[in-house]
């Protein structure tokens, strides 16, 4: 299974963006995905999930409000639609797929794409 980020850059404080992740490989309607980010000498952090059926979300207390995760089985792509983008957003953003479940936590999912850098200037 393959999971490639793309629609990283730099922005503005203020400005949006929005990540997409394309999974190959497997059964995408079966997975739940999940988006995290990560900075130099941190630990990954949640960002958001969807459920597989597309129904049930959670975000980060950080994002909520300015963070949307949406999915497109028909195309096996999820995305963050990121608005009102904050310096403290910047990091390596990475989309997840998690088999078995609905999770926050990164270390149950199961296959993770390679990373989109984000980075917002002040």
């Known amino acids: 299974v393959q999971l490639v980020e793309s629609g990283g850059g730099l922005v503005q404080a203020g400005g949006s963006l929005r990540l997409s992740c394309v999974v190959s490989g497997g059964t995408f309607e079966t997975y739940s995905m999940g988006w995290f980010r990560q900075v130099p000498g941190k630990e990954r952090e949640f960002v958001a999930v969807i459920h597989r059926g597309g129904g049930v979300l959670s975000y980060a207390d950080s994002v909520k409000g300015r963070f949307t995760i949406s999915r497109e089985n028909a195309k096996s792509t999820v995305y963050l639609q990121m608005n009102s983008l904050k310096p403290e957003d910047t990091a390596v953003y990475y989309c997840?797929?998690?088999?078995?479940?609905?999770?926050?936590?990164?270390?149950?999912?199961?296959?993770w794409g390679q990373g989109t850098q984000v980075t917002v200037s002040s």
């Open positions: 997840a797929a998690d088999r078995s479940g609905y999770d926050t936590r990164a270390y149950r999912y199961n296959y």
